[in-house]
Every structure is written in structure tokens, then in C-alpha cells.
């Protein structure tokens, strides 16, 4: 076959040098011999591609990656006095919120990591810090990370249709704990469970005695299930969560469950309950939702049942409904059964002026059961969000709150309410 090949190359150089020859062109010589041997191809040089989402996203072969993440909260806040309070923590006041700096991303062969350090409440604390692996509908992450305990919970504070979360989840203690989590999502199906020990705060805690994180054995089970069909332009919800936790620290300073006036630049609660001796807590919630077009709504019940080991089982509740519009032709993000960043169709400086939403909020706690007397608290909430461009909003909101049994007055008065003022800007990447 090479001898066939050889002769035919031969054959096709002397025509070519016929027709030269009669053209005037310059002769052809053969090019010189190579032989035979086997030469190994050349391999492309590894290239790393940057993407810009926020902050340079950096993605090489083999599924690998990484992006740094950033967070920046501003707020300021007003809480309006009573008549008859003397309580100083209220009125106005300005913090830094969050300020969250981190990074994410994979290690080929669907492994990835996530780490963020937060700086809030003049302490650094480990918020979302875990690995994962993925493989087919299934991811399993191990390490610091939320519970999967509400819709509004487990959506990002950045993304929130108004500045603070529902009354009840900090009421209840909803927060990021160390633990093993598995989650299968297929279709509208999402489902998640996990096994968890306490936080990290409480497990790094390195004093002696019953306090110290060393002693500390509590655990708890976690699991949600979420569908969420898309029929037609409207992306549907519809969730419910259940939990178990076992506090193993019934010796300890017990537990409070209370809540500040709507904004967090006032440490003041008007409403809690007195300490408890909580052996085990169980709770559980329904959510639903819905994204069309401008329009979004959402609602979510949960109710919190603790065992008690010095009087009868304790029951608490709270619950919020929502409705919110863009004024400009966007929409509210939803992702993976939980809201997303909204992103401007026109942003500033791109024909447009970003996205403006409206939204309002009732919100409503109730830590009162027979003998335990904590409070009840009503809030109405409307907000204004302007986003100029995708990684960055200033909210500004305003609330007006009902009491019931909350904290007295200095004429013994405990039913009364507090108008609540709020704006922040937010950097999120």
C-alpha cells in the first residue's frame, strides 16, 4: 500500500512539472522523504476561561472551578418609642448588617466546596462552609449549612422581598448547623433531609464546665419536601418541613424564645418568652408560592412544639403572606425551591433604569400558650426595591407592629404599637 501511495505521489509531481514547464512557472522539487514513524500529536496547552458573574469566575478542563463571593449589608434604622418607654435601644440607629467574604467552587468529578466568613454583631462567624459531591439528581454536602427549615429561610437575605425574614424564624433559632445533608431534586420533585449537631458558635465554645463545646451533644433531624411545576408562565410552590431536636443541655441557661421590632439595628424585644427548660423541640411548616411574570406571592405557617422539663409542652406559631409586583418588565428569580436575584432586563446604564419592585407583608408571631406568656406581634410590612444593576439594591421599607403581652410600658400598659422605618443597600456578588 505505501509502495501504491509513493508511485502515485511520484506520478502527480510530473504532471505538475509538465504544466509548470509550459507555463514558465518555477519548478517543483519532492519534498523530502519522512520516514515512517509514528509522531505523537502535540496536546493543547490547558486554558482557564473567565467569566464575569458578579467577580471573576475562573473555569479550567475537568470541571473545575472558582469564583470569590462578597457580601455587603448597610442599614439604617428607625424603631418609633411608646409613650412611656424609657428603653434607649430603640429610636434610630445605623450598623453594618453583614459583611460576608468567601469563595466556591469544584473540584472535578462533582466535588465542590463552598467557604464564607461573616463579619455581624461585632463577632466573625462561619456561615455557609461545606463540601459536596453530585452525581445524577443527588448532591450530598458536609459541613456548616442551613437546615432546610422554611422558604423563607433558606432564601438568600440579598433576594428577600423585604429587609428581615419572617418573625419566626428568628424566633425559633432557625440557623446554619454542622451536618451531613443529601438532596435529590428531578423534575418539579426537590427533596432534602439532613442530621445535624448544633452550631458552630456553640461547638467551637472552648470554656470548661456543662457551657463548654466540648460537652455539647445535641443533634437533630431535618427534612423538606418541595413541587414546584411550571404551568404555562407560572412557576408554581408548594413545600412543607419538618424537624426534631434533641438539646442534650437541659442543665444550661435554658432557652428564650423572643424577637426584635422588625429591623435588626435595635436590640431591644418587645416580645419573648421567660427562660425554658426546653428538652426537645418539634416543628414543622407548610409553604406555597407563585412567579408570573411582574407578579409573585408567597405564604408560609410553622409551628414550634418544645418539651419542657419543668412545666407542660409549650406551642408557639407564626406565619406571613405576601404579594409583590416590578413596576418595570422584570421578574422575581426562583431556583432549586427557593427564590433568586432578580436580574434587570434594562439596567442602569444598559437603556434602562434597573428593576423597581413594590412588595407588602403580613407577618404575624404568637409566643403565647397558656401559662407562658411571650407576646403576640402583628406586622405590616411594605417595601420599595430598587435594583440598578444585578448585584446590587437599596431596599427601603416601613412596618407598622401590633402588640399583644408584650413588654410593659412604665404605666403597665402591654398592648400597644411601634411604627418601624428601614433602608439598606446591599452588594452582593
Not at 404551568?231 to 438539646?247: E, F, I, M, N
Not at 422539663?309 to 418588565?329: H, N
Amino acid at each position: 500500500m505505501r509502495a501504491e501511495i509513493a508511485t502515485l505521489k511520484a506520478q502527480l509531481l510530473r504532471m505538475e512539472q509538465r504544466l509548470d514547464g509550459a507555463t514558465g512557472a518555477p519548478q517543483r522539487t519532492a519534498p523530502p522523504t519522512t520516514p515512517p514513524a509514528t509522531v505523537a500529536a502535540a496536546k493543547p496547552a490547558p486554558q482557564t476561561e473567565i467569566a464575569w458573574k458578579g467577580s471573576p469566575q475562573f473555569t479550567a478542563s475537568g470541571g473545575r472551578s472558582f469564583k470569590a463571593k462578597g457580601r455587603i449589608q448597610t442599614d439604617v434604622g428607625y424603631v418609633g418609642r411608646p409613650d412611656g418607654s424609657t428603653d434607649r435601644g430603640l429610636g434610630y440607629a445605623a450598623e453594618m448588617r453583614r459583611i460576608r467574604l468567601g469563595g466556591e467552587g469544584s473540584l472535578g468529578a462533582g466535588i465542590g466546596y463552598k467557604l464564607e466568613l461573616e463579619l455581624s454583631d461585632n463577632g466573625v462567624d462561619l456561615v455557609d462552609t461545606f463540601v459536596t459531591y453530585k452525581t445524577g439528581p443527588w448532591q450530598f454536602a458536609l459541613g456548616n449549612q442551613n437546615q432546610f427549615q422554611s422558604l423563607d429561610e433558606l432564601t438568600g437575605d440579598t433576594s428577600g422581598s423585604v429587609m428581615e425574614r419572617a418573625a419566626f424564624t428568628d424566633a425559633f433559632s432557625f440557623e446554619r448547623r454542622l451536618g451531613l445533608a443529601a438532596q435529590y431534586e428531578k423534575a418539579a420533585w426537590l427533596l432534602q433531609a439532613g442530621l445535624f449537631s448544633d452550631d458552630i458558635t456553640a461547638l467551637s465554645n472552648d470554656s470548661d464546665g456543662a457551657s463548654g463545646g466540648d460537652e455539647n451533644n445535641s443533634y437533630g433531624l431535618d427534612g423538606r419536601l418541595v413541587y414546584a411545576p411550571k404551568l404555562g408562565k407560572t412557576q408554581l410552590h408548594l413545600g412543607g418541613s419538618a424537624h426534631w431536636r434533641d438539646l442534650k443541655r437541659v442543665g444550661d441557661a435554658g432557652t428564650r424564645y423572643r424577637q426584635r421590632p422588625y429591623v435588626h439595628t435595635s436590640n431591644t424585644r418587645l416580645i419573648g418568652t421567660s427562660t425554658l427548660a426546653v428538652r426537645d423541640e418539634a416543628h414543622y411548616g407548610l409553604e406555597a408560592a407563585f412567579v408570573r411574570g411582574r407578579l409573585h406571592g408567597a405564604a408560609e405557617t410553622h409551628w414550634l412544639e418544645s418539651d419542657l422539663a419543668t412545666s407542660p409542652d409549650a406551642r408557639f406559631f407564626g406565619a406571613y403572606a405576601e404579594l409583590g409586583w416590578f413596576l418595570t418588565d422584570d421578574t422575581r428569580g426562583y431556583k432549586s425551591g427557593i427564590f433568586d436575584r432578580a436580574k434587570p432586563r434594562k439596567p442602569l446604564g444598559g437603556g434602562g433604569i434597573g428593576a423597581l419592585q413594590v412588595n407588602a407583608r403580613y407577618d404575624h408571631l404568637d409566643l403565647n400558650d397558656g401559662p407562658i406568656v411571650g407576646g403576640r406581634q402583628d406586622a405590616l410590612i411594605a417595601a420599595l426595591i430598587w435594583q440598578p444593576v444585578e448585584y446590587l439594591r437599596f431596599n427601603l421599607n416601613h412596618a407598622y407592629l401590633a402588640y399583644r403581652d408584650a413588654t410593659p410600658l412604665a404605666d403597665g400598659d402591654r398592648d400597644y404599637g411601634v411604627h418601624v422605618t428601614g433602608a439598606r443597600m446591599e452588594l452582593d456578588f
